[in-house]
Nanobody
Framework: QVQLAESGGGSVESGGSLKLSCTIA????????MGWFRQAPGKAREGVAS???????AYADSVKGRFTISLDNAETTLILQMNTLAPEDTATYYC?????????????????????????????WGQGTQVIVSS
């Protein structure tokens, strides 16, 4: 079980910015798929941005050009920089990771390079952090 802890959520006006961070307690020698996901009230959890251990990232169409996912050099903190926020970005944001201990590149199934990762492929979750964007 990978321990994850998100921080950085809050309330902001439309057009503003927030930075989410997720600390990850995991052996970075293994391959992985990591990502940010969100769930609005009454809606299913959806992928926002994902990145794999090869450094390939993908984004949901709704956030392309506004959000940026990155990992620090130590690969212990996953960051989501959110700019030009809109009310429809209001949701609880979750950090998620799937670790691949095999040599079969299963992490590429979790993190396809042509689209954002699906929450159904994620095995470990943080507790979530709320983002509220007011108009």
């Amino acid at each position: 079980q990978v321990q994850l802890a998100e921080s950085g959520g809050g309330s902001v006006e439309s057009g503003g910015s927030l930075k989410l961070s997720c600390t990850i307690a995991e052996n970075s020698d293994r391959h992985y798929c990591m990502g940010w996901f969100r769930q609005a009230p009454g809606k299913a959890r959806e992928g926002v941005a994902s990145i794999d251990s090869d450094g390939f990232s993908a984004y949901a169409d709704s956030v392309k050009g506004r959000f940026t996912i990155s990992l620090d050099n130590a690969e212990t903190t996953l960051i989501l920089q959110m700019n030009t926020l809109a009310p429809e970005d209001t949701a609880t944001y979750y950090c998620g990771v799937t670790v691949d201990p095999t040599e079969f590149q299963l992490y590429r199934t979790a993190c396809p390079r042509d689209r954002v990762a699906s929450p159904h492929r994620i095995g470990n979750w943080g507790q979530g952090t709320q983002v509220i964007v007011s108009s």
